[in-house]
T-cell receptor
Framework: DVKVTQSSRYLVKRTGEKVFLECVQDMDHENMFWYRQDPGLGLRLIYFSYDVKMKEKGDIPEGYSVSREKKERFSLILESASTNQTSMYLC??????????????FGPGTRLTVL | ELKVEQNPLFLSMQEGKNYTIYCNYSTTSDRLYWYRQDPGKSLESLFVLLSNGAVKQEGRLMASLDTKARLSTLHITAAVHDLSATYFCAVIGGGADGLTFGKGTHLIIQP
């Protein structure tokens, strides 16, 4: 059973703080993703990574960075949090497309509030 | 730019009725995914459709894919209250293996 875990379910931070969201998967998946989910907008891809130390921008990367130092761990970093980054953040992982259906498995989400 | 449109975005229906949710997407793709999300919870994978004409069924839900029409449908048969949730379709294309999601269909099934 694939398991994707995220470090916090709820997080409250102040404007300007540096915020780290951690995601860990235990299925040796190559791909890892960060999405944010907002009412009326659905899920939008922020960044993804297909290998250690590799990263690619998604649709809305501005204001975010990522780090992947180990295959199982993918971190999302908000360098200077702003109120418009208040959102639900979802991490996902999958196998490489060529090896599978590329089905993505999601973590439980982190609800971040920036005051 | 890949766009994924679902309709309806909101659906209230009675138990026992049938209904269909539609998912249209704007560029060629042969992989389409359906997810379910309960309030306050994460996304649960329902179906993975990998080819034109693919049809998958699980209980009262059936999903199909027509890649020529760029259309997928999620059909609900004899709805029950437990199926109340938000349903998302998603297509590969948000940057390599990233998914582009529809806005979701909020489904309420009333007794």
């Amino acid at each position: 059973d694939v398991k994707v875990t995220q470090s916090s379910r709820y997080l409250v931070k102040r404007t300007g703080e540096k915020v780290f969201l951690e995601c860990v998967q235990d299925m040796d998946h190559e791909n890892m993703f960060w999405y944010r989910q907002d009412p009326g907008l659905g899920l939008r891809l922020i960044y993804f990574s297909y290998d250690v130390k590799m990263k690619e921008k998604g649709d809305i990367p501005e204001g975010y960075s990522v780090s992947r130092e180990k295959k199982e761990r993918f971190s999302l970093i908000l360098e200077s949090a702003s109120t418009n980054q208040t959102s639900m953040y979802l991490c996902a992982s999958s196998r490489l497309t060529s090896r599978s259906s590329n089905e993505q498995f999601f973590g439980p989400g982190t609800r971040l509030t920036v005051l | 730019e890949l766009k994924v449109e679902q309709n309806p975005l909101f659906l209230s229906m009675q138990e026992g009725k049938n209904y269909t949710i539609y998912c249209n997407y704007s560029t060629t793709s042969d992989r389409l995914y359906w997810y379910r999300q309960d309030p306050g919870k994460s996304l649960e994978s329902l179906f993975v459709l990998l080819s034109n004409g693919a049809v998958k069924q699980e209980g009262r839900l059936m999903a199909s894919l027509d890649t020529k029409a760029r259309l997928s449908t999620l059909h609900i048969t004899a709805a029950v209250h437990d199926l109340s949730a938000t349903y998302f379709c998603a297509v590969i294309g948000g940057g390599a293996d990233g998914l582009t999601f529809g806005k979701g269909t909020h489904l309420i099934i009333q007794p």
